[in-house]
């Protein structure tokens, strides 16, 4: 099979293949807001499509492109790994790769959160999500979980017990038992780990969904609750881990100890899917608690050669390259670049987020005219706004985002970590550009509101 003359040949009939077996509404929303494109080649921050067109990717894949695309180390590995025709997944056996990356990354984790001596490997987040809460249970032999308001852990039964919109619960019927709590409503948290029967309270340290990010004393004063009251404290940094808010861990910036830590996303280097826990051998050992027991948790695939190598791979370039103090300076420039936007439009309400994980939160404006667009967008659906804006900055620009959540006005940027100053300061163009046309009402922007949402009752 020659795969290249097989994508060569029907790259066309990727949308109706998608419409035919795969996921019909998506591929209609994907049509609808100018989002599909025939990609063709990947390469640092940017895509390319099929005309040689480019584009300024700050989607980055949901937050896998740390390294940004095609990096010559990942690809380099991997070639090396499938031409050495090594035995992959004789699963009665200690793989030498999973040996290697679970002792690289405690050694890189071990020097913000330390004591994390312990690695269980997965092929996505939200299995390290579940991991994780199986793992509370086993070692409090307690039931019920605590999660914060618009938290996001993952798809899957138990995670979406932990999620805090009911956007993503509805449907599915009777979850986990989980309570949720406000973001730093220490008195709440606290009201429900006295009752004892918590086995953890799970928390990114920076929302994936809405970049919503913790008061200061939130996070250290929840986790001296969790001990307080013999709950386990999972810190979720699937998203905000391996560099992506310009420390290794995001819960770095508050100096947090945590009991059981998740990533995934950014290890897999943008190729292979992989995920892992990180976890105090003592809890490790209330789950494999005697040779009978060594398998009680595990998986198929979780320490398959690629992802252990792309693994590898990510943790040394993101050391080689210095990419976490990248993000730190790129993000302070893009931070501080949108912050200037605030005084310039209205209805900009809010710039947050860490390192390379921002985002723009957008509200009613005060003036007369544009309050009158504004009602006319929201009334329509709720975070038209935001959806527009994401809209506009492809169109004009050729600048890939996200809104980030269900309905809510925020868009949201995850620029991979090789990302430099000349980048960062096209992506501040086309935003600045795409708000000043937003805020004298020309350019089109609105319109496409109405045509957007003309063309989904449409369809
Ligand atoms: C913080 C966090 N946890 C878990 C997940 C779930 O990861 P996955 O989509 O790989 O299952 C995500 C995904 O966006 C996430 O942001």
Redesign the pocket.
């Given at each position: 099979m020659e795969i290249t003359k097989r994508i060569e040949e029907r790259l066309e009939e990727r949308t109706e293949l998608h419409r035919k077996y795969v996921n019909p509404a998506l591929a209609k929303v994907l049509q609808i807001i100018d989002y599909d494109v025939d990609y063709a080649r990947g390469q640092g921050a940017y895509l390319y499509d099929r005309g040689g067109n480019r584009y300024l990717d700050f989607l980055g894949g949901?937050?896998v492109y740390q390294l940004g695309r095609s990096h010559p180390v990942l690809k380099k590995a991997l070639h090396e790994l499938i031409d050495l025709d090594r035995p992959n997944l004789i699963q009665m056996d200690c793989p030498i790769l999973a040996g290697l990356l679970a002792e690289r990354l405690t050694k890189m984790a071990g020097r913000s959160y330390p004591g994390l001596d312990a690695v269980f490997f997965t092929?996505?987040?939200?299995?390290?999500?579940e991991g994780a809460l199986k793992f509370a249970r086993a070692a409090t032999k307690r039931d019920r979980f605590v999660y914060l308001d618009h938290?996001?852990?993952?798809?899957?039964l138990g995670?979406l017990s932990v999620n805090g919109s009911e956007h993503f619960r509805d449907g599915f019927g009777t979850l986990l038992p989980a309570t949720p709590v406000p973001m730093n409503d220490l008195d709440a948290l606290e009201g429900e780990l006295a009752k004892k029967d918590v086995a953890a309270f799970i928390a990114?340290p920076i929302?994936?969904?809405g970049v919503y990010v913790p008061d200061d004393h939130f996070l250290p004063e929840a986790q001296k609750l969790c001990r307080k009251h013999g709950a386990v404290f999972i810190v979720?940094?699937?998203?905000?881990g391996l560099g992506r808010t310009g420390r290794f861990f995001g819960g770095e910036h508050w100096g947090l100890d945590p009991d059981i830590v998740?990533v995934?996303?950014a290890l897999s280097g943008g190729y292979v899917?992989v995920?892992a826990v990180l976890l105090r051998r003592e809890i490790h050992r209330k789950t494999f608690s005697g040779l009978e027991r060594c398998v009680v948790h595990s998986n198929t695939f979780g320490q398959n050669e690629l992802a252990m190598g792309a693994g590898l791979a990510t943790l040394e370039v993101l050391e080689s390259e210095g990419l976490i103090d990248n993000a730190a300076a790129r993000g302070e420039r893009f931070l501080s670049g949108l912050r200037a936007m605030k005084d310039r439009y209205e209805m900009l309400h809010d710039v947050r987020g860490a390192g390379l994980m921002v985002g723009i939160e957008f509200g009613p404006p005060k003036s007369l005219t544009l309050k009158a667009a504004w009602k006319a967008l929201e009334t329509m659906q709720a975070g038209l706004f935001a959806q527009l804006v994401v809209m506009g900055l492809m169109h004009d620009h050729r600048f890939l985002t996200q809104v980030s959540g269900h309905r809510v006005n925020i868009v949201k940027f995850l620029p991979p970590l090789i990302v430099t100053d000349g980048q960062v300061d096209d992506a501040l163009n086309a935003i600045d550009q795409t708000l000043e046309k937003a805020h004298r009402l020309r350019g089109g922007l609105w319109d496409m509101g109405k045509e957007l949402v003309k063309a989904a009752l449409r369809k």
């Open positions: 949901y937050g092929n996505s987040g939200a299995e390290s999500v938290a996001f852990h993952g798809l899957t995670a990114e929302q994936g969904k979720d940094e699937v998203q905000a998740t995934s996303k899917p995920g």
